[in-house]
């Protein structure tokens, strides 16, 4: 096997370059796949601007993808070469007590593909064969480059334990927040309410799920809320911004003993929050990153919610600097950018 892979990489903020390097002979494990469709992540966005808290520059980017596979190790049992899969992109010890408990979420070195040289906006991409999931055949390839953001939704709503009649509230529809929203009204949620400025995304998850959207530039999230909720609050909330304000919405929404899961990437990591309402209201929060045994879920969930719906715009990987411009550029109104290399 002779290939060379371009592969995308943020070398400074705002500027994107690419590296060229030989594709190597795949280990007894691994399977070298031909990335056919890649999403441009929220986390992608972070470092394109150079404020990712754990991924300073420069770094390959891409996690979000799908692809055909070209070549396997010789110790490959579950996928052969011409299969279409996706990819659970995290890099784990398999030695420390997370890992050997098959809580391997909380490894102690976890780590993702991108941090470590292997972006995904790229043409060829090396894993590990028990990282990589077989496509079933209802799904596109855009869409199975989706099924990594909706394992990052399943974790969260598993770890919510949103229950039947529960009213939830989901701060930001980016596409995680969609796919969270979607998920909740699954789990049996009856209201199921998200804010955001744009009125595309509110649409998009109204669509997908959600029962109620609140256009931030037009009303009060706190007046709104307590009108759908006849004042108490809502039994959970999710945050998937990443900022001082939205962290507070999280918490001041809630009824009293309600949780907060907090999803949303903080660049400025020290936020100020109002710490008595722990007190006044026991409410808890709590932070969810990743997944861990969250593919197989994601992929029978996908059954239900279309999540290609999410994708807005598709560009070649040579056109990948305009691809995180549109993405971060409000006025394109993008939900899920794709790259198709």
Not at 184 to 197: P, Q
Not at 222 to 240: L, N, Q
Not at 281 to 298: L, M, N, R, T
Request: a neutral charge; hydrophobic letters at 40%; proline letters at 4%.
């Amino acid at each position: 096997m002779e290939l060379l892979n371009r592969v995308g990489r943020v070398f400074e903020p705002g500027k994107v370059d690419f590296l060229t390097r030989k594709v190597a002979e795949p280990k007894a494990e691994q399977v070298v796949i031909k990335i056919v469709s890649s999403a441009i992540c929220g986390s992608d966005l972070h470092i394109f601007k150079g404020k990712h808290p754990s991924a300073p520059l420069p770094v390959t980017i891409g996690h979000e993808f799908s692809g055909d596979v070209v070549a396997v190790g010789s110790e490959v049992k579950r996928v052969k070469i011409g299969d279409k899969v996706t990819v659970e992109p995290v890099m784990v010890c398999g030695k420390c007590p997370a890992c050997r408990t098959g809580n391997y979420g909380y490894c102690e070195n976890i780590s993702f593909t991108y941090r470590n040289g292997d972006g995904a906006m790229a043409e060829y991409i090396t894993i590990e064969e028990p990282y990589v999931y077989k496509l079933p055949e209802h799904l596109s390839y855009n869409a199975g480059a989706l099924i990594e953001p909706l394992s990052v939704a399943v974790h969260a709503v598993k770890r919510a334990d949103v229950k039947m009649g529960e009213k939830v509230l989901i701060i930001g529809a980016g596409a995680i927040g969609i796919l969270i929203a979607a998920l909740c009204r699954k789990c049996g949620a009856t209201d199921v309410i998200i804010s955001n400025s744009s009125q595309r995304r509110l649409d998009m998850a109204l669509e997908l799920g959600a029962t109620r959207g609140i256009n931030t530039s037009k009303e009060n999230i706190y007046e709104a809320v307590s009108e759908i909720t006849g004042g108490t609050g809502v039994d959970k909330s999710f945050e998937c911004v990443g900022i001082e304000e939205t962290f507070n919405q999280a918490m001041m929404t809630l009824k009293k003993n309600g949780l907060a899961t907090i999803i949303g990437i903080f660049e400025n990591p020290n936020i100020t929050i109002p710490a008595t309402r722990f007190i006044t209201h026991e409410i808890k929060v709590q932070g969810s990153q990743g997944y861990c045994w969250d593919f197989p879920v994601a992929l029978e969930m996908s059954k239900e919610i279309d999540i290609e719906k999410l994708v807005t715009h598709t560009f070649k990987l040579d056109d990948l600097q305009k691809a995180l411009e549109t993405s971060l550029d409000r006025k394109f109104g993008s939900i899920k950018v794709i790259i198709n290399p």
